[in-house]
């Protein structure tokens, strides 16, 4: 297995672009979630999805969409980049929401700078 | 709500010496905890969860947890330091307060000096 895996690792965009993060991972997990980390501040939850077709968001989702088609993929939309969004991204999966002491699996990350 | 504060952004120590990350937790029933590492550019891997029974947990690479209910406390400790344990270290609540999403610290870095 591959585990999670998002691309792209490095992005730089401009300020007003959109970009497409992709993750994805092959556990047939439910559960799927993305987290910005920033200095200082942690991991903060920007949007999850406990199943395909089903998403909500999280503490900061503001800036950003998602959705879930599959099972597999749950792709993360900026659609007009701001320099507050400079951040490492995280994609994290995890077996069923529904359990409390299920591990969180976490994707390598994307480094983005908006300039 | 539930929340998880890790006492210090940064914590040094020399090689060899005891290792101790320190992480309190609020709920309102009884918590699942957990404890990540984050290597340098990479993603977070689980160290170690608490679930139930045992409050003394141990995990990967030699760290050990207790969970201490009366102190609302689930510290992480190492007897002994290696230069490979420089890391950034997560604590992680879950089922506190009915949710199901864990909630993260702010992690803490941890340094360690020849």
């Known amino acids: 297995n591959a585990g999670v895996t998002q691309t792209p690792k490095f992005q730089v965009l401009k300020t007003g672009q959109s970009m497409t993060l992709q993750c994805a991972q092959d556990?047939?997990?439910?559960?799927m979630s993305w987290y910005r980390q920033d200095p200082g501040m942690g991991l903060r939850l920007i949007h999850y999805?406990?199943?395909?077709?089903?998403?909500d968001q999280g503490e900061v989702p503001n800036g950003y969409n998602v959705s879930r088609s599959t099972t597999e993929d749950f792709p993360l939309r900026l659609l007009s980049a701001a320099p507050s969004q400079t951040s490492v991204y995280f994609c994290?999966?995890?077996?069923?929401?529904?359990?409390?002491?299920?591990?969180?699996?976490f994707g390598p990350g994307t480094r983005l700078t908006v300039l | 709500a539930q929340s998880v504060t890790q006492l210090g952004s940064h914590v040094s120590v020399s090689e060899g010496a005891l290792v101790l990350l320190r992480c309190n937790y609020s709920?309102?029933?009884?918590?699942?905890l957990f404890w990540y590492v984050q290597y340098p550019n990479q993603g977070l891997q689980l160290l170690l969860k608490?679930?139930?029974?045992?409050?003394l947990v141990k995990g990967i690479n030699g760290f050990e947890a207790e969970f201490k209910k009366s102190e609302t406390s689930f510290h992480l400790t190492k007897p002994s330091a290696h230069m490979s344990d420089a890391a950034e270290y997560f604590c992680?609540?879950?089922?506190?307060?009915?949710?199901?999403?864990?909630?993260f610290g702010r992690g803490t870095s941890l340094i360690v000096h020849p």
């Open positions: 999805s406990v199943g395909a077709g089903i998403t």
């Open positions: 994290a999966s995890s077996p069923l929401l529904a359990r409390f002491d299920n591990e969180q699996f």
């Open positions: 556990m047939n997990h439910e559960y």
């Open positions: 608490y679930t139930t029974g045992a409050t």
């Open positions: 709920s309102s029933v009884p918590p699942y």
């Open positions: 992680a609540v879950s089922r506190s307060g009915g949710s199901y999403i864990p909630t």
